[in-house]
């Protein structure tokens, strides 16, 4: 292996760990704010027909406590 190709290889590696640094704090940024928005009044619970309350997203907690 020659020096160039080591030095090539070195960046491309160096370019991709700070393109997914630089990406995770975008996606941080992007949709924490999101997240803090929508997130429902009180815990998720399962209602007295089945259904999931305070629960915005299409995946539901298992075991979650029956409502009051």
């Known amino acids: 292996?020659?020096?160039?190709?080591?030095?090539?290889?070195?960046?491309?590696?160096?370019?991709?760990?700070?393109?997914?640094?630089?990406?995770?704090?975008?996606?941080?940024?992007?949709?924490?704010?999101?997240?803090?928005?929508?997130?429902p009044a009180s815990s998720a619970c399962v209602g007295e027909d089945g259904s999931w309350k305070n629960w915005p997203w299409p995946n539901v907690p298992a075991l979650s406590p029956k409502c009051r």
């Open 1 to 39: 292996m020659k020096l160039r190709d080591l030095a090539k290889g070195s960046s491309v590696f160096l370019g991709v760990i700070v393109a997914g640094y630089f990406s995770t704090i975008y996606v941080d940024q992007r949709f924490a704010t999101q997240l803090e928005t929508s997130t």
